[in-house]
Every structure is written in structure tokens, then in C-alpha cells.
């Protein structure tokens, strides 16, 4: 009977210490060659800063990174336990949820099941944005950037329109963006989200240095193209930053 007693208790414990286990947010960003995620399904409990505000006033959706990597966060009519949780930018979170894998983009998510699966641990500095180039928004293996928070430098609208800036209240899925000059190739794509307060200000004066989200909108496997960016808000845009030339110096 004592070990019966005994077996019961260890196997608690273990249940309890994997629940609280962290793990880092790359591991769930981990994939095979066609972009398809390794753990898909399993259950796992991440720390992170908030790194936007939530972006669907129909349901829980917003972006957490971590020293590794960055993740989005959906759960379906569950918007409210943004603002019950007293989330914001830069909040520090802790949050345990079910890996799934948006089959009509390719993007990494993780669901909690409950509110209470949501833990506010205070404030924390914001992630300093990786550095990217156009390259890394086309296609290709750049499954590990997906969720995080990213910068490119020197950024101009493209002359290859697709979408135009939006009006307040609009999206905006394919603004052509391009590097060094409005006719530089590649292109890639900027996504303009209603939800932030970008549609409600006027097109920035180009180029622009912009800040944004990495994300994915592939419509089927393998997913390995169709990567762009979604700036959090209009103070993403900042102006370049002049490269002095030493060799007049």
C-alpha cells in the first residue's frame, strides 16, 4: 500500500514539474524541411515579453518573444482576457497552451485552454528587433524568424503596387515594399493591420527604417514562401539612419 502511496505521489510531482517546465519558444518554432512543425499538438509552457497589442477584437491574438524566438498567441472568443489579464507591450508572461499550426498560413500558435493558463509576472524590457534583409522574405528554410520582432533598413514603397496605403479602418495584405530604391529588386510584403493604429495615420515620407512582426501567410504545405511584415503601430516607422562615410573623414 506504501507504494502504491509513494508511485501516486512521484507521479503527481511529475505531472505538476512538467507543467511548469519553461521551454524555450524555438523549440516550438522548430521545423522539418517543408516548414511543417516538429512538436505540432504537444502542450507546453512558455515566458515571454508581449511584444504587440492584441490584433483581433473577435478573439485572443498576440505576439510573445522570448530570448529565442517569438510566437503568436490565438484563442478563438477570447479577446477580453487581454485586457482581464492586464496585458500590454511589454508585459512578461507566462503561458501554457497547445502547439497547433495554422494550416492557412503556415504560423506557429499556441492556444491556451483557460484565462487561467495566462500568468502576468510583471513588466519586462522589450526584445531589440533582429536585424533582417529583403533576402529573408523570400522564399527558403527562415522558419526560426516567424513570430519574432525584426528590422529593415532603408525601406521604400515599391513601383511593383500591389495595395496602396489603406484608408482608417482597413487592411492593407500586399504593400510592395523594396530595398535601396522604389524599382530595387526583390520586393517583399508589408501587411497593414486595421487593428493597429497604422491605417489611421497618413503613408510615411520613403524610405523608412521599419520595425515589425515576422510572420507567414502560406496557404499549404510545404510552407516555405509568402513571408512578410506586420508593423505593431505607426511609430514603427523611424527614419534612416544615415551610413557615414569614413574615407571624407
Wanted: proline share 5%; net charge negative.
Amino acid at each position: 500500500m506504501k507504494k502504491r502511496i509513494i508511485l501516486i505521489a512521484i507521479m503527481i510531482l511529475c505531472s505538476v514539474s512538467g507543467f511548469s517546465q519553461i521551454t524555450n519558444i524555438s523549440v516550438l518554432n522548430e521545423s522539418d524541411s517543408n516548414g511543417v512543425l516538429t512538436h505540432i499538438n504537444s502542450y507546453y509552457t512558455i515566458r515571454g515579453v508581449v511584444t504587440t497589442i492584441n490584433l483581433d477584437p473577435g478573439r485572443l491574438q498576440f505576439y510573445v518573444q522570448d530570448a529565442t524566438g517569438g510566437i503568436l498567441l490565438d484563442k478563438a472568443a477570447s479577446s477580453g482576457w487581454y485586457t482581464s489579464k492586464n496585458l500590454a507591450v511589454g508585459s512578461d508572461v507566462t503561458i501554457y497552451g497547445q502547439l497547433i499550426q495554422y494550416t492557412g498560413s503556415g504560423m506557429p500558435e499556441l492556444t491556451p485552454t483557460a484565462e487561467s493558463d495566462i500568468t502576468k509576472n510583471g513588466t519586462a524590457a522589450l526584445p531589440t528587433p533582429q536585424t533582417i534583409t529583403i533576402s529573408d522574405l523570400g522564399d527558403g528554410d527562415h522558419f526560426a524568424l516567424r513570430g519574432k520582432l525584426v528590422r529593415l533598413l532603408n525601406v521604400y514603397k515599391s513601383t511593383a503596387v500591389v495595395d496602396t496605403w489603406p484608408t482608417s479602418g482597413n487592411n492593407a495584405n500586399n504593400f510592395i515594399i523594396a530595398v535601396g530604391s522604389v524599382s530595387a529588386t526583390p520586393t517583399g510584403i508589408m501587411r497593414i493591420d486595421k487593428d493597429t493604429d497604422v491605417d489611421d495615420n497618413p503613408e510615411p515620407t520613403w524610405p523608412k527604417d521599419v520595425t515589425a512582426i515576422y510572420i507567414q501567410y502560406d496557404a499549404s504545405s510545404p510552407y516555405t514562401s509568402t513571408y512578410e511584415l506586420t508593423p505593431r503601430a505607426i511609430s514603427d516607422f523611424i527614419a534612416v539612419t544615415p551610413v557615414r562615410d569614413w574615407a571624407f573623414y
